[in-house]
């Protein structure tokens, strides 16, 4: 099984940052991405930024471009997800997922992950 550790959310006022890392650990699977979804209270999941693992290319959700970035160490199988301008409206539960599935596509959909971390929240005030 692989585990997925999320860690580095919190509280922090608009237009200050955040630096979320996702480590992932235990079977040794072969890593096409891994991708940051967030969900806000009544809201569904939503693709936030996800990174090809051998390559490095990155995508991004209209409403982060320019603000977060997405990176990855392949040594320590780590992604992380640095956030700045932050903004209220960017307050969600931050999940990280990992796409073992190699493939051509954009990993853009939840669906396409098979591993997900528990999740760590973010919250933004005004």
């Known amino acids: 099984q692989v585990q997925l550790v999320e860690s580095g959310g919190g509280l922090v006022q608009a237009g200050g940052s955040v630096r979320l890392s996702c480590a992932a650990s235990?079977?040794?699977?072969?890593?096409?991405?891994m991708g940051w979804f967030r969900q806000s209270p009544g809201k569904e999941r939503e693709f936030v930024a996800a990174?090809?693992?051998?390559?490095?290319?990155?995508y991004y959700a209209d409403s982060v471009k320019g603000r977060f970035t997405i990176s990855r160490d392949n040594a320590k199988n780590t992604v992380y997800l640095q956030m700045n301008s932050l903004k209220p409206e960017d307050t969600a539960v931050y999940y990280c997922?990992?796409?073992?599935?190699?493939?051509?596509?954009?990993?853009?959909?939840?669906?396409?992950?098979?591993?997900w971390g528990q999740g760590t929240q973010v919250t933004v005030s005004s």
């Open positions: 235990g079977r040794t699977v072969s890593i096409y991405a």
């Open positions: 997922a990992l796409d073992a599935t190699l493939s051509s596509r954009p990993p853009l959909k939840g669906a396409e992950y098979q591993y």
């Open positions: 990174i090809i693992w051998r390559g490095g290319s990155t």
